[in-house]
């Protein structure tokens, strides 16, 4: 049982380009959700979705989009990279939303905008 | 505006014990995390408290005062391995998690 998986574990980009975040979750959750980790700040939510088909707006969304085809991947985009987004990008799941579950956190992407 | 303190950094000896404190200020509140996290690693559960009063888990302890939005995570017997980052995290009148920037311990033989 893998948990949580995210792809690229790093990734050092132009500013300016596309770049798609994976994500895949394999315990059946219904919730996932994004954040980034910036030092000295504390995680914060950028996308989530509560359940396959609905996506919902976090804490600093702009410049970023998700989509929620199926249970398992959440994919986050950034559709025109720029330097503040170089960030550690964390992607977790909770068996359901709108409640007090744990979340489950991926190993984070490394992600660099230069 | 929501806002949850805890200090940048601590340093305990191994076999001692540390206190790490939170303070938080949210609209509404649904409880409260304490999450670790390992240099380069993901935050891992630690625990969750809803109501008052401390719960304990093996050598860790959380305690809650709802009344002075106030937490504290409570490592006994240090281990070298309990060097990490110690994130708190309340759930807000929406179930959405509002974390703080965490606590470095440092831990030293």
């Known amino acids: 049982i893998a948990g949580i998986t995210q792809a690229p574990t790093s990734q050092i980009l132009a500013a300016g380009r596309r770049m798609t975040l994976r994500c895949t979750q394999d315990?059946?959750?219904?919730?996932m959700y994004w954040y980034r980790q910036d030092l000295g700040l504390g995680l914060r939510l950028i996308h989530y979705?509560?359940?396959?088909?609905?996506?919902g707006k976090g804490e600093v969304p702009d410049g970023y989009s998700v989509s929620r085809a199926n249970t398992d991947d959440f994919p986050l985009t950034l559709a025109s990279a720029v330097p503040s987004q170089t960030s550690v990008y964390f992607c977790?799941?909770?068996?359901?939303?709108?409640?007090?579950?744990?979340?489950?956190f991926g190993p984070g992407t490394r992600l660099t905008v230069l | 505006g929501q806002n949850i303190d805890q200090p940048t950094e601590m340093t305990a000896t191994e076999g001692a014990i540390v206190q790490i404190n939170c303070t938080y200020q949210?609209?509404?509140?649904?409880?409260l995390f304490w999450y670790q996290q390992h240099a380069g690693e993901a935050p891992t559960f630690l625990s969750y408290?809803?109501l008052d009063g401390l719960e304990e888990k093996g050598r860790f302890s959380s305690f809650l005062s709802r009344s002075k939005g106030y937490s504290y995570l409570l490592l006994k017997e240090l281990q070298m391995k309990d060097s990490a980052s110690y994130l708190c995290?309340?759930?807000?009148?929406?179930?959405?998690?509002?974390w703080g920037a965490g606590t470095k311990l440092i831990i030293k033989p």
């Open positions: 977790a799941s909770s068996e359901f939303s709108g409640s007090t579950d744990t979340q489950y």
């Open positions: 315990m059946r959750h219904n919730a």
């Open positions: 995290a309340v759930a807000d009148s929406n179930y959405q998690l509002i």
């Open positions: 949210t609209s509404g509140f649904n409880g």
């Open positions: 979705s509560n359940t396959a088909g609905t996506t």
């Open positions: 408290n809803v």
